[in-house]
C-alpha cells in the first residue's frame, strides 16, 4: 500500500510578479509534495490565467511529472529505485545519472506570444516520525529528508490542552535546516532536510530550531525545542553522581572536541533558570565579540534575539513563555531574576512543565553537581578542548567551558583577560534547585597558565537567575 502525504493546507502563492495590469498568472495549490514509499504518487492542483501551455520543465532525476491542462492537475510519479541501484548502462556504454530521493521541479506556463513564468514544486520520498503520543518541550530530531510530527495542542508533557491555528519556526539555525511548517488536524509538521557539502553530496544537517503554535490572532501559545542532531544523546549516557546522566549539554552537537568546530558543536543552548525555551550560542568557539549565531525563522529570513530588562509586564512566566526570542535581563528590583517576583518552582526535583529536557529526562538536580570534583590538573590536551573532566571518584564526564549570557545584559562571555591567548575559560550549569531569587549552579574556570591553584570550581553556587547558562540533562 502506498503512503502518500500531501501538505494539506492550500498555498496559493502566486509564481509572477503580476500587476493588476498582467494577462497571466500561475498559481499553485502546493509548494511541496512528501511520498512516503518509493514509486508512489501524489497530484497537485493548480490554477492558470492567460496561458497557452503548462509543461514540467524541470524534473528531479528519475521523476516522473505530467500535466493534464484540461483537469488543471499535476500528475506525480516516485523513482523505485534510488542511487547506484538505479544506476542503468546503455548499448553504447554509456551510464544513467542515478535517481534522487527529492529534487525542486520547475513547472512553466507560456502565453501564446511565447512568455513565460515558472513555479518550483518541491518533491520528496520522505519518511515519517510521528511524535504525537510522545508530547514533551523538546525533541530529538535524528533523521534527515524525514518529516515530524508533533502534537501541537499539548503544553509539554503533562499541561493543558489548547487549540492552535498555526505553527512556525521561531528560529532555527543552520538556515533553512527545518521547512514548510504545517499544522493538520492540530498535529504539527516540519521537514527536516538534508544538506550538501561544497561538492553538493548529501550531509546530515546538524542544529537546533523552536517551533511555535499561534492562535488565530497571531498570538504564541506554546513552543517546543527542536534538537537535530545524528548522534542520539539519550544513547550517550554515564552514571555519575548519583545519576544516569547525558554527555553532551542540552542542544550541543558534540561532546567534545579539539578543533575550533568541535569545541563550538560541544556548547550547546544557553537558558535562563526557569525557562522551557532556549537561547542560540556564539558564532565564533571564542565568543570573539560576543557575536551570536545567525539564526532564522519559516521564511528562512534571519531574525534575532531580543534584550529587555525585567518589569512588572515583561518579568512574568506568561511574558516569557509567549516571547521567547526575548532575553528578560535582570535588575536590582528583581534581585537580577528575570522574573520580577521569583518562583523557585519552575524547575525542580520532579520534573516541571517548563522543563526544558526531552521526554523521559530532566535537569539535573544539585545534589549531582555537588557530589562532582575536578579530576586532574590541567595539562595542553586539556586545554585544548575548553573544559574539565569532572568525576564523582568512580565515573567522570566532560564538561565544557561554554561560558554564559549575562545576567545583566544577556551578551556571551566567556573570554580571560590574556591578550595574547584570549580563550574560553569558564562554564556554567544550571540545577534545576532554586532558593529564594536566585537558583544554585555549577561553575568553573581554568587558569590559562595551566595550573590547578589559579582554577576554580564550585559545585554548586547561587547565581542569579536571569543569568543565560548550559544545562546538562539526568534520566528521571
Not at 2 to 30: G, H, P
Not at 300 to 328: L, S
Not at 364 to 372: D, G
Amino acid at each position: 500500500m502506498r503512503n502518500l502525504f500531501l501538505l494539506c493546507a492550500v498555498m496559493a502563492a502566486t509564481l509572477a510578479s503580476c500587476d493588476k495590469d498582467e494577462e497571466y498568472s500561475l498559481l499553485l495549490n502546493e509548494r511541496v509534495v512528501f511520498i512516503e514509499e518509493p514509486g508512489g504518487q501524489a497530484t497537485v492542483g493548480y490554477t492558470a490565467y492567460g496561458l497557452a501551455s503548462v509543461a514540467a520543465t524541470t524534473i528531479p532525476q528519475g521523476w516522473t511529472i505530467t500535466v493534464n491542462t484540461g483537469e488543471q492537475r499535476i500528475y506525480i510519479t516516485a523513482p523505485t529505485l534510488f542511487g547506484e541501484d538505479s544506476v542503468t548502462t546503455g548499448e553504447d556504454g554509456e551510464t544513467s545519472e542515478p535517481n534522487v530521493k527529492y529534487g525542486t521541479a520547475s513547472i512553466t506556463g507560456r502565453t501564446a506570444d511565447n512568455t513565460s513564468i515558472s513555479a518550483t514544486l518541491y518533491l520528496s520520498v520522505a519518511d515519517q516520525v510521528d511524535f504525537s503520543n510522545e508530547p514533551a518541550n523538546s525533541y530529538i530530531l535524528t533523521k534527515s529528508n524525514t518529516r515530524y510530527c508533533i502534537d501541537a495542542t499539548r503544553k509539554g508533557e503533562n499541561g493543558e490542552t489548547i487549540t492552535p491555528a498555526s505553527v512556525a519556526i521561531l528560529w532555527q539555525t543552520p538556515y533553512k535546516m527545518l521547512e514548510y511548517p504545517r499544522l493538520i488536524d492540530g498535529k504539527a509538521y516540519v521537514f527536516f532536510t538534508t544538506g550538501e557539502d561544497d561538492d553538493d553530496n548529501p550531509v546530515f544537517n546538524s542544529g537546533n530550531a523552536v517551533l511555535g503554535a499561534f492562535n488565530a490572532a497571531g498570538e504564541l501559545l506554546w513552543s517546543w525545542h527542536l534538537w537535530c542532531t545524528e548522534s542520539d544523546p539519550r544513547n550517550e549516557t554515564v552514571e555519575l553522581g548519583g545519576e544516569t546522566v547525558m554527555k553532551r549539554n542540552l542542544g550541543a552537537l558534540a561532546i567534545s572536541g579539539t578543533s575550533e568546530e568541535e569545541i563550538l558543536n560541544s556548547y550547546g543552548l544557553y537558558y535562563q533558570w526557569g525557562r522551557k525555551d532556549p537561547f542560540p550560542g556564539p558564532t565564533y568557539y571564542n565568543m570573539a565579540e560576543s557575536a551570536e549565531t545567525p539564526v532564522y525563522d519559516s521564511e528562512n529570513n534571519r531574525v534575532y534575539i531580543t534584550y529587555i530588562a525585567a518589569n512588572t509586564e515583561t518579568g512574568t512566566q506568561t511574558y516569557a513563555a509567549t516571547h521567547v526570542r526575548n532575553f528578560i535581563s535582570g535588575v536590582e528590583g528583581s534581585h537580577y531574576n528575570w522574573l520580577y517576583t521569583a518562583d523557585p518552582t519552575l524547575w525542580g526535583e520532579t520534573k516541571t512543565l517548563n522543563d526544558p529536557c526531552p521526554r523521559g529526562w530532566k535537569v539535573a538536580p544539585k545534589s549531582f553537581y555537588a557530589s562532582l570534583q575536578i579530576k586532574d590538573v590541567i595539562s595542553p590536551e586539556l586545554e585544548k578542548n575548553y573544559g574539565f573532566t569532572l568525576t564523582d571518584g568512580v565515573n567522570e564526564a566532560f564538561f565544557p567551558g561554554a561560558g554564559r549570557r549575562s545576567f545583566y545584559t544577556g551578551a556571551l562571555t566567556n573570554m580571560n583577560e590574556n591578550e595574547e591567548r584570549p580563550t574560553p575559560w569558564i562554564g556554567y550549569y544550571w540545577s534545576s534547585t532554586a532558593e529564594g531569587t536566585s537558583a544554585y549552579a555549577m561553575d568553573f574556570s581554568f587558569d590559562i597558565n595551566g595550573t590547578r591553584a589559579g582554577s576554580s570550581f564550585h559545585g554548586a553556587a547561587l547565581q542569579y537567575a536571569a543569568g543565560g547558562m548550559q544545562i546538562r540533562c539526568v534520566k528521571e
